[in-house]
């Protein structure tokens, strides 16, 4: 079985992890600081889940967002990434600022996340560049938000990613159109996708 979401009552919260009750069962689910910081004990909640199985366990690590879930995801493609750094980095810093180290090859700002050095913040941002950003299980994102969680970020990367595959469409390399993306979202915003082209566009012309 294959936990993906969970909707219910938030039970108990620990340090690293939220029990969630759900028609009466009671699910742990792992969770970062930023989830646990936003959530509240009796409040109804919608979480987005990862399930990992192995021989000694079941685990089910919980996100504010389908996009932060599905970045875990990615994030353990990369030798040496486990559970444990994947959580850290998207704990430290949001899906749109990863996407951006990665298209910019700025390894630093992964080196913010607690545990990530420099050796393996360079293995992340060179293993993914050139790859197109995750996608949510059926191709697209689930809206659905924990509450008290803005919505803002996981519109911004989308936008961001529409623009990236529609230059990749015209021909252009994945590297160099997250690149140019990343570059164009800093002055003209990741609000309106054509104007994010646009922008882009210039930049790969220089």
């Known amino acids: 079985m294959i936990i993906g979401r969970l909707t219910g009552t938030v039970a108990a919260l620990g ?16 969770a970062g600081t930023r989830l646990l910081s936003r959530v509240h004990v009796g409040e109804t909640s919608v979480l987005h889940v990862e399930t990992k199985v192995s021989e000694a366990a079941i685990t089910l690590y919980a ?5 932060e879930r ?5 994030l353990q493609d990369v030798h040496g990434v486990a559970g444990k750094a994947a ?3 998207l704990d430290a810093i949001t899906p749109a600022e ?10 630093s700002v992964l080196t913010r996340a607690k545990g990530v050095g420099k050796k393996l913040a360079e293995r992340i941002t060179g293993e993914l560049a050139g790859k197109p950003p995750p996608m949510g299980r059926f191709g697209k994102f689930e809206t659905a938000q924990v509450a ?3 919505s803002a970020p996981v519109a911004a990367t989308g936008v961001r990613s529409e623009a ?15 690149r140019a993306v990343a570059s164009a979202a800093k002055d003209a915003g990741d609000d309106d996708v054509s104007l994010l082209i646009k922008a882009a566009l210039k930049e790969l012309a220089r």
Do not use: H, K, P
């Open 63 to 67: 996100f504010g967002s389908d996009e």
């Open 15 to 30: 340090t690293d992890n939220i029990l969630i009750d759900v028609n009466g069962v009671g699910y742990v689910c792992m």
């Open 164 to 178: 990236i595959s529609a230059l990749a469409n015209l021909g252009y390399a994945q590297t160099d159109a997250a």
């Open 70 to 74: 599905a970045w875990f995801v990615r």
């Open 148 to 150: 008290g969680l803005a």
């Open 98 to 107: 990863l996407m951006d180290a990665i298209a910019l090859g700025d390894a």
């Open 87 to 89: 959580m850290a980095i």
